[in-house]
């Protein structure tokens, strides 16, 4: 079980050959009852300080980043499910990032600070623009989340910026908070563009997307890459299954 361990850890990268080494030298020491044993417990003690490693590695791949994202226009009714994805997420180890405006961000905002420092530290906010530019409804909630060790990342905007450039940094964001993120849960009410946008690329990389169509399933937009299949464990949203490539 030991060698299997580490075979695995050296395979997927969580430890180097020159790390694992050291383990099975113990092993096969202590195994034929060589009187070497201040060299086997040295090398024990090595093996204890990699795995020690290995482990912190493996819980950082297994903690992955989530964003949940959607429509600034999500009727209030919708919060507590917001909450509930939220809630589960966390319970299964993963951090939370979303976009830092109202509605649907807002909702994501207010479940992370109310669960405390354990679900704000490793998740994130991702801004278009400068604090200055933060809705005045989210401010309290923002400075909160950063007291509880939430991250804050800001974009290029700012309150100079022309409409152009604003739209430009909107979807800058977006796209940073795909690339930050493992998988995409978004709760889409009305056109949402910007949600449909951010739902678009992470279909395009590939990611694993979650979206509630909060009008009705005929208002999810399709995707040459796959279609979308009922959530067996989420009622009322839609999961995008891709196409098996040949």
Avoid at 26 to 44: D, G
Avoid at 50 to 68: G, T
């Amino acid at each position: 079980l030991t060698a299997f361990t580490l075979t695995r850890c050296c395979d997927d990268g969580s430890l180097t050959p020159l790390q694992v080494f050291p383990s099975f030298a113990a092993l096969w020491l202590l195994r034929s009852s060589l009187p070497s044993a201040l060299l086997a417990k040295a090398c024990l003690r090595h093996a204890r300080s990699s795995l020690r490693l290995s482990v912190k590695k493996i819980r950082r791949c297994l903690m992955s980043i989530w964003s949940v994202i959607g429509s600034r226009h999500l009727p209030s009714s919708w919060e507590s499910r917001v909450n509930a994805v939220v809630g589960l997420l966390l319970s299964r180890g993963h951090r939370i990032c979303s976009g830092g405006a109202v509605g649907t961000d807002l909702f994501v905002l207010r479940s992370l600070v109310s669960r405390g420092a354990s679900a704000c530290q490793g998740s994130s906010v991702f801004l278009p623009g400068d604090l200055s530019l933060v809705p005045a409804s989210c401010v309290a909630w923002l400075e909160r989340f950063v007291q509880l060790g939430g991250q804050v990342v800001e974009g290029s905007a700012s309150e100079s910026s022309c409409r152009r450039d604003y739209v430009r940094a909107l979807l800058i964001r977006n796209c940073s908070i795909v690339r930050a993120s493992a998988g995409v849960v978004a709760f889409v009410s009305g056109c949402s563009e910007g949600s449909w946008f951010t739902v678009f690329q992470a279909v395009r990389r590939g990611r694993p997307v979650v979206v509630f169509p909060v009008d009705g399933p005929e208002c999810l937009r399709q995707f040459s890459a796959g279609h979308w299949v009922p959530c067996r464990c989420l009622a009322g949203a839609y999961v995008f299954t891709y196409f098996k490539k040949d």
